[in-house]
């Protein structure tokens, strides 16, 4: 008999135990991820669906209301700065180099009365000389020193003294019956028209540049506003229609409402832009334009008056660069072309009669002292000194009288296209008041009757 050997049998190695699987998680992505994942599971029942769709209508109808608000609270700043600020300020750089230039003609006619200067020329100086630097002290609290304009306004108040000093030394010396008072004169006419009155036109050219900016901005499109509204329509259409195929419902009252709050607020913002571009557009034609040809018109005056007065102050003495013409008869003729042109277009520009009476008789006052100024050149150059005098600062029949009528009726024309202007620039500025508080309030009740409305459709699910 055999018997099995006795051997003991190695027991096997005991299987290793299999680590347990973690619990499903998160993909990659975290929170973000998990949200995209109940997304799409809400988006797989109508419940979750119109969830979805009541979410974007309020976002899309809060966002147009947002936007809105914003882009014309914009707009009606730079409506509001056109009015209040950069229009005033343009009109008072303006009215600095006018000052300046009819304070320049005041010295002169001054001078050529003799020693006694009639007071009421003297008061006409001192009152330009005043109002020049009090509109140059208010132009520099609301201008930045660092800005174009800064530097203007720093040279003209550093130059201005200088200019009074030369005039006080040429009054000085035409008292004591001295020659060298015309040489003074003349030095400060050369520091006015050299120095102060260029000046005063870069600060006029800044000052206007800035309003144009103003209007631009204020008149430019709300492109923003015009596509989110439209999108947000187009969406509430959408919903309403897809409501209708579902349930065969025509109506959802609550999308209704939304839909109509967010119909009047884009034809409010449509109508009401489009009534403000109209009034800057008119404001811009028939105010801004014609301030700007009516003012060089007066101050081409100015200069032709100063001229003229200096031509009889200087008596030849100082000529052209050529030197074969008198250099202040030369400059006369030149500002009186330029002042016929500026007339001309003027009268293109008036708009109705209140603004083109005052035109037409500068215009007639302009032809009778070119006829008169010819009376004095034939009077000066016959040898008679003192009867040119007379007729350019004599009073009735003087040149002075027609200088005097072109000056009144072009302050007469500003004043109406100033007026047109200010009208025209407050109708449009008025015509955005109170848009953006109404795009927020219609905005908060469209999207809260798009959520009512979703909600109603919501709770036949429940």
Same mark, same amino acid.
């Not at 009109?91 to 009819?102: C, K, P, Q, T």
């Given at each position: 008999m055999t018997h099995p050997p006795n051997v003991r049998t190695a027991p096997r190695p005991a299987a290793a135990p299999v680590p347990a699987r973690p619990p499903a998680g998160p993909a990659h992505g975290g929170a973000w991820a998990e949200g995209r994942r109940r997304l799409r599971?809400?988006?797989?029942?109508?419940?979750?669906?119109?969830?979805?769709?009541?979410?974007? =209508?309020?976002?899309?109808?809060? @966002?147009?209301? #947002?936007? &809105? +608000?914003?882009?014309?609270? $914009?707009?009606?700043?730079?409506?509001?700065?056109?009015?209040?600020?950069?229009?005033?300020?343009?009109?008072?750089?303006?009215?600095?180099?006018?000052?300046?230039?009819?304070?320049?003609?005041?010295?002169?006619?001054?001078?050529l009365a003799g020693a006694e200067e009639p007071r009421d020329v003297h008061q006409r100086y001192e009152k330009d000389i005043a109002l020049a630097s009090r509109l140059l002290v208010k132009a520099a609290t609301n201008t930045d020193s660092s800005s174009e304009s800064g530097r203007q306004i720093a040279e003209l108040n550093e130059q201005l003294p200088r200019y009074t000093g030369l005039i006080e030394t040429a009054r000085a010396?035409?008292?004591?019956?001295?020659?060298?008072?015309?040489?003074?004169?003349?030095?400060?006419?050369?520091?006015?028209?050299?120095?102060? =009155?260029?000046?005063?036109?870069? @600060?006029?050219? #800044?000052? &206007? +540049?800035?309003?144009?900016? $103003?209007?631009?901005?204020?008149?430019?499109?709300?492109?923003?506003?015009?596509?989110?509204?439209a999108a947000a329509l187009a969406v509430l259409v959408w919903a309403q229609r897809r409501n209708y195929r579902r349930t065969n419902r025509v109506f959802n009252h609550g999308l209704l409402a939304a839909t109509a709050a967010s119909t009047v607020l884009l034809l409010w913002l449509t109508v009401g832009h489009t009534v403000a571009r109209a009034q800057l557009n008119d404001a811009k034609a028939h105010g801004q334009q014609s301030l700007k040809v009516l003012g060089d018109a007066r101050i081409n005056s100015l200069k032709a008056r100063a001229n003229e007065n200096l031509t009889l102050v200087a008596r030849g003495a100082v000529l052209t660069d050529d030197g074969k013409s008198d250099k202040y008869e030369t400059e006369y003729a030149g500002g009186m072309a330029r002042l016929g042109e500026q007339l001309g277009r003027a009268q293109r520009m008036a708009d109705d009669g209140e603004g083109r009476g005052p035109v037409e008789d500068a215009v007639r006052s302009v032809s009778q002292w070119q006829t008169r100024h010819k009376d004095v050149t034939a009077t000066d150059r016959a040898g008679d000194y003192d009867g040119a005098v007379h007729k350019v600062i004599g009073g009735k029949g003087s040149t002075d009288e027609s200088f005097d009528q072109v000056d009144k009726a072009l302050e007469k024309a500003l004043a109406h296209e100033q007026r047109e202007f200010t009208e025209a620039a407050e109708a449009g500025r008025e015509a955005l008041g109170g848009l953006p508080a109404g795009a927020a309030l219609l905005a908060l009740l469209g999207a809260v009757a798009a959520i009512l409305g979703i909600n109603r459709r919501l709770s036949e699910y429940r």
């Open positions: 599971a809400a988006a797989t029942t109508e419940p979750g669906r119109l969830q979805i769709i009541g979410a974007v =209508l309020a976002g899309l109808v809060v @966002l147009f209301g #947002a936007v &809105t +608000a914003l882009e014309v609270s $914009d707009r009606a700043a730079s409506a509001d700065d056109v009015v209040s600020r950069s229009q005033p300020l343009s009109a008072d750089a303006a009215s600095i180099y006018r000052s300046l230039a009819d304070a320049d003609t005041a010295a002169s006619s001054g001078f010396n035409n008292r004591l019956g001295r020659p060298l008072g015309g040489a003074y004169l003349r030095f400060a006419n050369e520091l006015m028209t050299k120095q102060l =009155l260029p000046a005063a036109q870069r @600060l006029y050219d #800044a000052e &206007t +540049a800035r309003l144009e900016q $103003d209007d631009e901005d204020a008149r430019f499109w709300p492109v923003l506003s015009l596509a989110a509204g």
